[in-house]
């Protein structure tokens, strides 16, 4: 297969479509080419998938390799042991133009198992050479991917459906970057800061307004890139505040909201931490029950205001 360094790649299991606001479904392979895309689709062989697409990479290809998210244990391998590494064993001499697009299945009502897998986030952020982004809106959504793309090192997409229905900024027509390793505040407020990521930020987003109703002003502030993460941003609000409260739909144990809360420890000595999390359980199947294990808006509203009394 040609390599073209000038030239960016985009492989899935599926013959690659995107949705625009209207509905209207862009033919990815009629504007490209089969060169450039996986033409009517590739075998169901994820790993292969990420194996190639992390080969190309490795030659100089921009490559851009799409999972769904039950099938991206199979390209930890590849990851681990290659695209976050190659840098480092070349002494700097290799780039690795390579980014894992992977779909968030996320907490889903009437999902279940590896249909609702959620925190890949703290599985690839562990890995020494690779950055995470995660957004929460159509905006940084496409400027994440645009970065991504341009960046030289292996970058993991995690694209969440929930965090693009309903209301939506303006997406400009033109390529834009949204920069890795700038938070954005979406709210300002001082009785406690509020941190969290898609999908966690569509609830966050509705307990904010909850709490602003009944007297707690709360600063909500979304990371978009995990790592690099912001530390200063979220550094800054909780020196004001005094209070973090994290959200996170990955399992409680060793998700990425320990780290945010680590970072602030170590910080702002005496703040007063919470995290919200999913339990350590695989989602379930039943509607009822996935709402009763979600940290959705109610259950963040009683944490919040549980902080901010003390």
């Known amino acids: 297969m040609r ?31 089969t060169l450039r895309t996986s033409g009517r689709g590739w075998p169901i062989d994820e790993s292969w998938i990420a194996g190639v697409a992390i080969g190309m990479a490795a ?17 930890i391998e590849y990851v681990y042991n290659q695209a976050g590494k190659l840098r480092s064993m070349t002494g700097g001499q290799a780039s690795m133009p390579f980014v894992l697009w992977v779909d968030g299945a996320g907490r889903r009502r009437g999902s279940a198992g590896q249909h609702t897998d959620v925190g890949a986030e703290a599985l690839f952020a562990n890995l020494p050479g690779v950055k995470v ?3 929460s809106n159509a905006y940084d959504a496409k400027g994440l991917l645009v970065a991504a793309i341009r960046d030289p090192d292996p970058v993991v997409y995690l694209d969440y459906p929930e965090v693009k229905s309903g209301s939506q900024p303006d997406v400009p027509d033109e390529a834009y970057e949204v920069p890795f390793g700038e938070a954005v505040v979406r709210q300002r407020g001082s009785h406690l800061t509020l941190v969290a990521w898609a999908p966690a930020t569509v609830d966050a987003r509705r307990a904010v307004e909850q709490l602003a109703r009944s007297g707690i002003s709360a600063e909500f502030i979304d990371p978009r890139s995990l790592k690099p993460l912001d530390v200063g941003t979220i550094v800054a609000s909780v020196r004001k505040t005094r ?7 990955g399992h409680y144990t060793a998700g990425f909201g320990a780290q945010v809360v680590a970072e ?14 999913f339990p350590d359980v695989p989602g379930p199947g039943s509607a009822k029950m996935m709402e009763w294990l979600r940290p959705d808006a109610p259950k963040i509203v009683d944490a919040a205001a549980q902080l901010a009394r003390a």
């Open 243 to 249: 209070r973090l409260l994290v959200v996170e739909h």
């Open 133 to 135: 982004v995660v957004p």
């Open 59 to 75: 030659a100089g290809s921009k490559v851009i390799a799409r999972l769904p998210s039950m099938a991206q244990i199979f390209a």
């Open 3 to 33: 390599a073209d360094p000038e030239m960016a790649y985009y492989y899935e299991y599926q013959k690659p479509t995107t949705i625009g606001p209207d509905g209207r479904v862009f033919d990815l392979v009629g504007e490209f080419g």
């Open 264 to 277: 602030v420890a170590e910080a702002v000595p005496g703040a007063r931490v919470k995290r919200l999390a």
